[in-house]
Each structure stands twice: as C-alpha cells, then as structure tokens.
C-alpha cells in the first residue's frame, strides 16, 4: 500500500495540472491557470512560476478574447469552446470634441435677387451670401461604450456664420438728381443640434493603432437669423409745403428668424490612437433639417409658428479636427 500511494499522488498532481483554467487573449494568446475571480474590469488569476510558487495576476477584460473556467459545475470544459465572451472596454467613457469649417446648404436665391433689385451689384451679393454659407462649427459629445465597438450617448453641434458689408446703391433726392446712398448689412445666422446618438468603432490593422469611427444621431435643430440693418428712407413733409419736398435719412432696423425641427446627424473619423485613452484625427459631420415653421419679429412686426409654404433646407455639412478622450 505504501509503494501505491505516491503513484497515486503522481496521477493526482498530473490530474490538477491538466485540468487548469483557461485564457486566450485578443492576441491569440494561451494563459493556463487558476481563475480566482472575474469581474466588469479586470480577471484574477494564479499562475505558477515555479515547482513550489504561485504568482497572482490579473488581465483586463478588454484584452481578453475568451476564458474557459473548468472549476466551476454545469460549464463547458472544452478547451476550444469558450463558454462567454468578453469585450467591454477598460475605459467605458468617451468624450470627443470636434471643430473646423462648416458650409450651410440654404437656398438664397430670393435674398439674392432681392438684393440685385435694390441695385447691389451681382457680385457684392453673391460675395455677402457666400459668406453666410461657409462658417464654422464645434461638436461635442458624450458616450459610454457598451462593447468595445459600440457606444451610447449624446450628441451637441454648433453652427456659426456672420456677413457684414456696407452697399452703395442707388437712390433719389426731391430734385430727381441721381445721388447714391449707404446700404448697411450685419448679418449672423446659428444653428444648433442635440439629440441622442450610436457610436461605432472599427481598429484595423494588426498593431491597433488606426480607429474609425461613425455616429448617428437624432434630435432637436434650432435655427437662428440675425439681422441688423442701415436703411435709406424718404418721407412727404405735406404740412411744411412744396419747397421741402422729400425728406430723407437712414433708418436703423433690426429683426430675427426663429425656427425648431427634427435633425439627423451622421458622422465618420479617421483617428490614430496616441495612447490607450487619447486618439486625434480628422472628422467629417452632416446634418440634415428642414424647417417647416418659423417665426419672425421685428420692431413693428410679430408673427410666430407660421407654417411656410416650401420648406427651408438648414442642412450643414461639418469637416475638421477631432479629439477623442477615454476614461
């Protein structure tokens, strides 16, 4: 009995080591040990080093592809089946901030020949409305990633343009002498987007440096028109008599259109990750909204919700920098 039993502790010890726990990670490669515990974060583990030492570590679940845990009833011991999956990121929370140029997709076709008509030359006002088009924007937004490829949050976009010009038109005096007056426009336009997003996230390539992103977001576009204006004016002096005639001067004016609807947002970056929580890159927005209702207000006038009869198209493509912050 005695010569039986340490062949009985050899086939014993032989048995233990075999029958180890399992780990593969994202890199395809083999960890044999003793699970000790698994958590959102990380896995703890034992190796052994040596014949009579045991090391504890832990690997983060983000680096780990599959783990086979055999010291636990009713799972699956194949060592090539892995019973659950894990890919949820170290740093679940990502900020991103964007900026750069803007172009507004706006028709002012009408604004334009408005302009023409009170005798701004073609290209002043093509000029004047070009730069009411082409702004800028910044983006930001907030998201908590559910896997290490997707991701929920919110999504804020900004858009800014301004034109500013002083025309020289033609006018009129009571003695019907061709004279030319000062036409002065101050001109600023905001649009402003929130709502809820998707976010998506590719790394291709081997060494997981290159990321490649998209979003997709709903929710709320408010639009903004700000107008000040240096108006020619000319009035009948009917009590003061033929001799006074027309009497002229400039008239400082000052109106706003509002507007609320629906937008959809979609995005794509390219990005290069700097370091496990930090990647910069180039990114690319658009945003699309048409606003079916708006109100007006100036000092004489108020009109609220007026249902429009062709749609305004307040879409805005967004290209520029971005920065993406994990924590």
């Not at 399992?22 to 515990?37: A, F, G, L, M, P």
């Not at 964007?98 to 002012?108: E, I, P, V």
């Not at 900004?158 to 001109?187: C, R, T, W």
Request: proline content about 3%; hydrophobic content about 35%; some cysteine.
């Amino acid at each position: 009995m005695k010569r039986l039993l340490p062949i009985w502790l050899f086939f014993i010890a032989l048995t233990a080591t075999k029958a180890q726990d399992r780990i593969i990670t994202v890199q395809k490669d083999t960890i044999d040990c003793r699970i000790i515990s698994v958590g959102d974060e990380r896995i703890i583990y034992e190796q052994e080093t040596s014949e009579f030492q045991v090391v504890g570590k832990s690997i983060a679940t983000s680096n780990v592809l599959h783990y086979l845990r055999l010291n636990q009833p009713g799972v699956d011991r194949d060592p090539y089946r892995a019973p659950f999956s894990l890919d949820r990121p170290e740093r679940p929370y990502l900020l991103t901030i964007q900026g750069g140029m803007a172009r507004l997709f706006t028709d002012f076709g009408s604004y334009k020949n408005t302009l023409v008509e009170m005798g701004v030359p073609t290209s002043e006002a093509d000029d004047y409305i070009g730069q009411l088009k082409n702004g800028l924007h910044i983006h930001a937004a907030f998201h908590y990633l559910l896997s290490k490829n997707v991701g929920i949050g919110v999504d804020y976009s900004l858009f800014y343009s301004a034109s500013e010009k002083n025309f020289l038109i033609p006018g009129y005096n009571q003695m019907s002498l061709p004279v030319f007056v000062h036409l002065s426009l101050d001109e600023k336009l905001y649009a402003h987007f929130s709502g809820l997003s998707l976010l998506f996230q590719q790394f291709p390539g081997s060494a997981g440096k290159l990321k490649i992103s998209e979003t997709l977001s709903s929710g709320l576009f408010l639009f903004r028109n700000e107008v000040r204006s240096s108006e020619y004016q000319t009035y009948w002096n009917e009590g003061a008599g033929y001799n006074i005639g027309y009497q002229q001067y400039y008239d400082q004016a000052n109106a706003v259109t509002t507007g609320a609807t629906v937008g959809i947002k979609g995005g794509l970056s390219v990005e290069y990750q700097i370091s496990p929580g930090f990647s910069a890159g180039l990114a690319g927005n658009f945003i699309w909204a048409k606003l079916q209702k708006a109100s007006y207000k100036d000092a004489d006038n108020e009109i609220n919700d007026q249902e429009l009869e062709t749609a305004i198209d307040v879409s805005h493509l967004d290209y520029g920098l971005t920065v993406r912050y994990s924590f």
